[in-house]
């Protein structure tokens, strides 16, 4: 088997461990080189300011849990979640607003440059409907386009994770999200073409979960992020111990049917 250089794409900090974290560490043990990109800092202010950059920290200390052998900062802010979508910060753009020819050719020079065989990015409604997820989704499609690089989008199958949600909701203990109309929620799970069995690399991907110690402080989210940090690695092997990707269309430059399975702006900065 010839080795395979892989690129995640990503949105934010920890989104690596939490789309992709099991396949980036399978794919590195079995000889694979694997990079990871994220479009956002995860940063909402400016990125100058003393302890900024912890985030970024923590995502390349989950690479290197992850056996990643490279970082790539995109270079803008994060754009948020939720109605209002704040003023650009001083320093770069939010992701959102960044034009989608620019990004995704900032984006492209890395595929190149990488010579890599599979991108890795996000279905159309970015897993959950965050607009810098949906972004990723369509920057990874236009970059496709650009280098016609192989592409499996990350994303979760639709009808048990609403039926998980439905349920969350009638006791109350989930109420953020509206599950009568499903469609704006992962995939149809007769679309999907990739199930990726990461079970016997729980443990690194908790690890690598681990790492992104800014978001364990208060709210429903942090709460979540601190049980699966703390949960037994069998149990939490059984309930994240498989990823799954949609592949589209192919680009312009036809891959192999094998897969390992599994405005001005800063430059991308490793």
Not at 145 to 152: A, D, F, M, N
Not at 158 to 171: F, N, S, Y
Not at 243 to 270: A, L, N, T
Request: charged share 25%.
């Amino acid at each position: 088997m010839r080795t395979r250089t892989v690129i995640a794409f990503h949105a934010h900090p920890d989104d690596e461990v939490l789309v992709t974290g099991g396949t980036l560490a399978r794919l590195a043990a079995e000889g694979h080189r694997t990079v990871v990109v994220v479009a956002c800092d995860g940063v909402m202010g400016d990125a100058r300011e003393p302890g900024a950059d912890r985030r970024m920290g923590e995502l390349r200390a989950s690479a290197d849990v992850l056996g990643v052998a490279r970082v790539v900062h995109l270079g803008y802010a994060d754009s948020g979640h939720g109605p209002l979508l704040y003023e650009d910060p001083p320093d770069r753009v939010r992701f959102v607003r960044a034009p989608l020819e620019e990004a995704a050719g900032r984006l492209a020079a890395v595929i190149r440059e990488e010579n890599a065989d599979l991108l890795l990015s996000y279905d159309p409604n970015g897993g959950y409907g965050h607009r810098d997820h949906i972004r990723v989704h369509e920057v990874g499609a236009r970059a496709a386009e650009l280098t016609g690089v192989r592409v499996l989008e990350g994303t979760v199958p639709r009808e048990p994770i609403v039926r998980i949600g439905k349920a969350l909701q009638a006791v109350r203990l989930l109420r953020r999200y509206d599950f009568s109309d499903p469609s704006w929620f992962g995939s149809p799970g007769a679309s999907i073409t990739h199930r990726v069995d990461v079970r016997r690399y729980a443990a690194a991907k908790q690890a690598a979960l681990a790492q992104h110690q800014s978001q364990m402080g208060k709210g429903r989210g942090s709460r979540l992020h601190r049980i699966m940090i703390g949960l037994p690695v069998p149990v939490y092997g059984a309930l994240a111990g498989r990823e799954w990707f949609v592949e589209r269309s192919p680009g312009k430059r036809p891959e192999p049917s094998e897969v390992p399975e599994p405005s001005e702006v800063p430059e991308p900065q490793e």
